[in-house]
T-cell receptor, first 113, second 110 residues
Framework: EAGVAQSPRYKIIEKRQSVAFWCNPI?????LYWYQQILGQGPKLLIQ????????DSQLPKDRFSAERLKGVDSTLKIQPAKLEDSAVYLC???????????FGPGTRLTVL | EDQVTQSPEALRLQEGESSSLNCSYT??????LFWYRQDPGKGPEFLFT???AGEEKEKERLKATLTKKESFLHITAPKPEDSATYLC???????????FGTGTRLKVLA
């Protein structure tokens, strides 16, 4: 069974630039999560989708972050414009259903200069 | 406010030296507690799920236990390949949110 795929693996941008991350969950998984993990900290949930609907986006900085999950499969997370404090690893995870074991992708390491 | 605290932040063990990692939680109602292992440069990898006090799960050298206030991850006779960051997360009644702790960085020396 293929795992969660993410791209790119690494991204370096200047502050105020835009960036987008892509996630392809495990086939058949209804729930998809985006997390931000700052070095030395645990993952912080940004947004959670159930199929193509948003379940929780209470911690998503909506003035600069946006996410979508078209057709209930792939998802894209965008940051526009980026700030220095956005430097982190962005993890995507999926699970068969809500409140189930999550399976994580390898993450995208973002560096904002 | 729902909170998850892990201790210690970092732990160095000699190979074969058993120890325990702690995950304490303050939540309105526990739905489930999850343990994950995270290697550098990788996403967290699922280890265990515990749902009720008194429950125990085992996998190789790892054993997870749960009480009403905390969970322990016991590592018996660890090997260098057990070196990683161990994360716990809880889900609470009434929400669908995972709350992660900050993790324990374990280093096992040969």
């Amino acid at each position: 069974e293929a795992g969660v795929a993410q791209s790119p693996r690494y991204k370096i941008i200047e502050k105020r630039q835009s960036v987008a991350f892509w996630c392809n969950p495990i086939s058949g998984h209804a729930t998809l999560y985006w997390y931000q993990q700052i070095l030395g900290q645990g993952p912080k949930l940004l947004i959670q989708f159930q199929n193509n609907g948003v379940v929780d986006d209470s911690q998503l900085p909506k003035d600069r972050f946006s996410a979508e999950r078209l057709k209930g499969v792939d998802s894209t997370l965008k940051i526009q414009p980026a700030k220095l404090e956005d430097s982190a690893v962005y993890l995507c995870a999926s699970s068969p259903r809500l409140i189930d074991t999550q399976y994580f992708g390898p993450g995208t390491r973002l560096t904002v200069l | 406010e729902d909170q998850v605290t892990q201790s210690p932040e970092a732990l160095r063990l000699q190979e074969g030296e058993s120890s325990s990692l702690n995950c304490s939680y303050t939540v309105s109602g526990l739905r489930g507690l999850f343990w994950y292992r995270q290697d550098p440069g990788k996403g967290p990898e699922f280890l265990f799920t515990l749902y009720s006090a008194g429950e125990e799960k085992e996998k190789e050298r790892l054993k997870a236990t749960l009480t009403k206030k905390e969970s322990f991850l016991h590592i018996t006779a660890p090997k260098p390949e057990d070196s990683a960051t161990y994360l716990c997360a809880v889900t609470t009644s009434g929400t669908y949110k995972y709350i992660f702790g900050t993790g324990t960085r374990l280093k096992v020396l040969a």
